[in-house]
């Protein structure tokens, strides 16, 4: 009797633990179809009617590049935010006509943490879709200086994979782009999270994580070319 109600229990756990990640999955699908989805292509018709011109700086990401007040972090320089909350390595390959086709004076890349948390991609692909994002600027706009920033830290059980996925980038874009490494300066080496003042929610950045990205890119910002 013991063992039949203990098989009962274990295949009543089981059968929660499907309905559980039936939900979340079915969940995940919801809020992709609902709000990012739709605010990606708001976003990207804007970026259409407004496009790049040949002598801008355009910041180039996901929802961590958008929150920059970047035009007030650079007062005085031709920066464009070209960030869209959400965004995926595909995403900024399916939107490159746009950045590409203005000649920009320098791209500042920095992409991939949503891949890991949402697509599920592993770090090499992710680092391989950068270098490609890397390839394609290169070959559409020769005279654009492209900036690849490390991603950064989010939630301490991320650390593994982030810290993987930077050391993979780092040596596929090496003679291709400027390696920009930001990861150690927002790294709380306690715990291996994002630091606690520069982030209130373990991922996006508070007004200190942006000026602390600012001080750390502000030369090849406002160095010329």
């Known amino acids: ?3 039949w109600l203990i098989g009962l229990s274990v295949l009543l756990n089981a059968l929660v633990l499907v309905a559980v990640a039936a939900l979340w999955i079915g969940g995940q ?27 801008d700086i355009v ?9 920059g007040l970047w035009d007030e972090l650079f007062p005085g320089v031709p920066v464009r935010d070209r960030g869209i909350g959400g965004d995926v390595t595909e995403g ?18 920095l992409i991939g943490t949503n891949d890991l948390a949402n697509a599920g991609l592993a770090p ?15 070959s559409r706009s020769p005279d654009t200086a492209i900036y690849v920033q490390s991603v950064l830290p989010r939630a301490a059980s991320f650390r593994e994979d982030v810290e993987a996925l930077n050391d993979n980038l780092q040596q596929r874009v090496a003679g291709k ?7 150690p300066l927002f790294l709380d080496t306690t715990d291996g999270s994002i630091r606690d003042d520069l982030s209130n929610d373990e991922l996006h950045l508070l ?9 750390a890119i502000e030369s090849y910002v406002k160095d010329p070319v």
């Open 1 to 3: 009797m013991k063992k």
């Open 207 to 215: 007004g200190a994580g942006y000026l602390k990205w600012r001080d």
């Open 92 to 109: 900024i390959l399916a939107r490159l006509d746009q950045v590409v086709a203005g000649k920009p004076a320098k791209v500042f890349l």
């Open 124 to 138: 090499d692909a992710i680092a391989a879709n950068i270098e490609t994002i890397v390839d394609t600027i290169r």
């Open 177 to 183: 782009a400027v390696w920009l490494d930001l990861y």
């Open 59 to 67: 910041f180039l990401g996901d929802s961590i590049t958008e929150g």
């Open 29 to 55: 699908g919801f809020v992709i179809d609902t709000f990012i989805k739709p605010g990606h292509e708001r976003y990207v018709s804007q970026f259409e009617v407004l496009p790049v011109e040949p002598g």
